[in-house]
């Protein structure tokens, strides 16, 4: 869905640039540790021009508002800024600089906290131990409450400080020693931020008795957002662990609710109280009302109803996602995360054309930023990494609209310009390159040998395990500190050494990468019918291969893969994803109904079931045949039960034939 602040073609109306030609807040002189809470509406300048695009002028101002790194919500507010810095450019000396200004960060709200003696924290342990068992306040409470406004905001400080340190710890080292160290800080984060927002919900109470429906007025909407985007945060972060690592860190007294995250984290907007399918209200909470935070956990908010969706359906709300949308592009049109956020939405409703404009769109504001700054190679370096997200929405746009030459370029581009995966950047260019070759006056010798050698450098792209921060870019040492290497890389990894294996061939690959990028799922019911037809045409070619008692090595492979392929496509092409949006105006007559693709699809996985054990290598195409089989037959059930108000007697047989088999495949 368009917003309103967006044109259809998904370029940016010309607006004031408000937020850069505004006078910046006054910043007091000198300062008084006291008076702390006085840098906030500077913060709130600097996050503003940060959101909008102003990203260099930002950091730069939060430089230049406190040279002396001494002021509480300034250090917090540039270490933020050098924290997301670092995860977008992954490079070593970025990631030690965030490092070092958040441990500074950290440093400089512990001077700013309440100080306790040693014999007032062992009474306190007792205490909230005890309450614990009895259900009373705790002396933890009795504490926080005692403390100033500018000592709770310290210790919200202290903790995020904590925080930030923790996972640029984790991703930087890479290694099981400082997992376990900083998982230790992400203790105490989470014990601080649990006391701090237990004290708001006694506080909100006690005030709500003498005052119903109203919040405690003298805890100030910064501090309330903070607490609900640390809380909230830590809270969805133990929601999405595996359930069994959940129940270890249950053991610890820490509560994993994703529906209570969630809610938590729209607090701070106001994004409540509103109808599951409601994707157009705007939120209770203005922007004159709302706290430092409050973007922050919007963004959040964004990032997992767009982007954990892809993983997890538990908790997803696109009607959430799309509110969000609405209210932020109008309010920061030129802003290129919520250009990404759209371009994201339009992917997920199966509008992949809209997306690539809208990513379009982010890059030019993106290279307008990045080239009007004096600062050069650095600038340069942080757009350009921003950058990259859009080649990869756009390269995945492309394969949903199944034109690969496209998607190719932007592939290329990641490729040359490396960053998170060498390995993936470079198949991705590799069969999509291959796949143009297979047109006709497209067959160069020279691109012939170009996708050779990078499919026989593809295995030694992959990040080693033992490799030294120094080597691995920071998302790859998370993955390291828990043993892992990126599965994504292992699958194109064993792809590329088949493509060798087999006399430099694969059958389908651009189709079956746009099948991992879920790009068959949101692609137009038009582009279904273009890729059944590549379907057809790989058929063709195996059934044409000689026959006789001994099949080539991969022969079963590749027919079960093609017939996944074209399973997958009937079965979105029978039922659209639940999220599509389909065009009213779309006059183009039905390949085939509903019906006859199921049917088809049907059909088409019986047969890979039936090859399944001849398989050499794929044996993971049958299980994922099975998950589609089962899921086809869900949109179909859901249909008869709908129906079945008007004639059960007539549904139930096929009801319940569906049923049978969705409990056998289960």
């Excluded at 309440?114 to 705790?138: C, H, P, Q």
């Excluded at 106001?270 to 705007?282: E, I, V």
Aim: charged share 20%.
């Amino acid at each position: 869905m368009a917003s309103e602040a967006t044109t259809t073609n998904g370029t940016i109306p010309e607006i004031p640039k408000s937020i850069i030609d505004q006078t910046p807040p006054p910043i007091s002189q000198p300062y008084d540790p006291a008076n702390a809470l006085d840098d906030l509406p500077p913060v709130v300048y600097a996050l503003e021009l940060f959101l909008a695009s102003y990203m260099v002028e930002s950091e730069r101002y939060c430089e230049e508002s406190d040279p002396e790194r001494q002021r509480m919500y300034m250090s917090t507010g540039y270490g933020l800024v050098q924290c997301v810095k670092a995860f977008m450019t992954y490079a070593d000396e970025d990631i030690v600089a965030a490092i070092g200004h958040t441990k500074h960060g950290a440093h400089v709200a512990q001077l700013h906290r309440r100080k306790a003696g040693i014999t007032s924290r062992l009474t306190g342990l007792t205490t909230t131990v005890a309450s614990a068992f009895t259900g009373g306040e705790g002396s933890d409470m009795a504490w926080i409450r005692g403390m100033t406004p500018m000592e709770r905001h310290a210790e919200l400080v202290y903790a995020e400080a904590l925080s930030e340190k923790a996972m640029l710890g984790v991703v930087y080292s890479g290694d099981w020693m400082a997992f376990i160290k900083e998982a230790l800080n992400m203790r105490t984060t989470i014990a601080i931020y649990r006391s701090l927002y237990r004290f708001i919900q006694i506080s909100d109470t006690a005030w709500a008795s003498s005052h119903p429906g109203e919040e405690d007025p003298s805890l100030d909407a910064h501090f309330r957002s903070g607490v609900y985007l640390g809380y909230g945060l830590s809270t969805l972060i133990l929601s999405l662990l595996p359930g069994k690592l959940q129940s270890i860190v249950e053991l610890f007294g820490y509560h994993a609710s994703r529906a209570e995250g969630l809610q938590v984290l729209g607090r701070a907007g106001g994004w409540g109280g509103k109808a599951p399918d409601d994707d157009s209200s705007p939120p209770s909470i203005d922007k004159g009302k709302e706290g430092v935070r409050r973007p922050i956990c919007d963004m959040i908010l964004l990032a997992f109803h767009l982007v954990i969706s892809s993983f997890t359906t538990l908790g997803v709300s696109l009607p959430t996602a799309s509110r969000l949308i609405k209210y932020y592009a109008q309010r920061f049109p030129r802003g290129p995360f919520y250009l990404f956020a759209q371009g994201r939405m339009a992917l997920l409703q199966s509008r992949p054309a809209d997306a690539i404009r809208f990513h379009q769109t982010a890059l030019d504001v993106l290279e307008e930023m990045g080239s009007s700054h004096d600062e050069g190679k650095e600038a340069h370096k942080q757009f350009a990494r921003l950058a990259a997200i859009s080649y990869w929405e756009r390269a995945i746009g492309y394969l949903g609209l199944f034109d690969i030459r496209s998607s190719m370029e932007e592939w290329k581009r990641l490729h040359e310009g490396g960053g998170w995966s060498k390995a993936v950047y470079a198949y991705g260019y590799a069969v999509c390159t291959y796949r143009v070759n297979q047109d006709e006056g497209d067959k160069s010798e020279e691109s012939r040998n170009n996708v050779i050698a990078l499919m026989k450098a593809i295995p030694e792209l992959r990040q080693k395990i033992a490799g030294t921060p120094s080597q691995s870019p920071c998302f790859v040492n998370l993955l390291i500190c828990a043993g892992k290497s990126i599965p994504l890389e292992k699958l194109v990894a064993r792809k590329a050494r088949k493509f060798i294996l087999q006399g430099n061939r694969l059958v389908l690959p651009a189709l079956e990468m746009a099948y991992w990028f879920l790009a068959i799922a949101h692609a137009p019911r038009n582009v279904l019918v273009h890729m059944l037809s590549e379907v057809d045409g790989a058929l063709k070619n195996l059934d044409a291969e000689p026959k006789n008692s001994h099949y080539r090595q991969g022969y079963w492979d590749d027919i079960c893969l093609v017939r996944f392929l074209e399973g997958v496509c009937l079965r979105f092409l029978a039922f659209a994803d639940s999220d599509a949006v389909i065009p009213s105006f779309d006059s183009s007559p039905e390949p085939m109904s509903s019906e006859e693709a199921a049917s088809k699809a049907e059909i088409s996985f019986k047969t890979v079931f039936e090859h399944g054990p001849k398989i050499d290598f794929d044996h993971h195409v049958v299980y994922y045949a099975r998950m589609f089989r089962l899921s086809s037959y869900i949109p179909f059930y859901s249909s008869l039960t709908s129906t079945q108000t008007t004639n059960s007697d007539d549904c139930s047989p096929a009801k319940n034939g569906i049923q049978r088999l969705m409990n056998n495949l289960i």
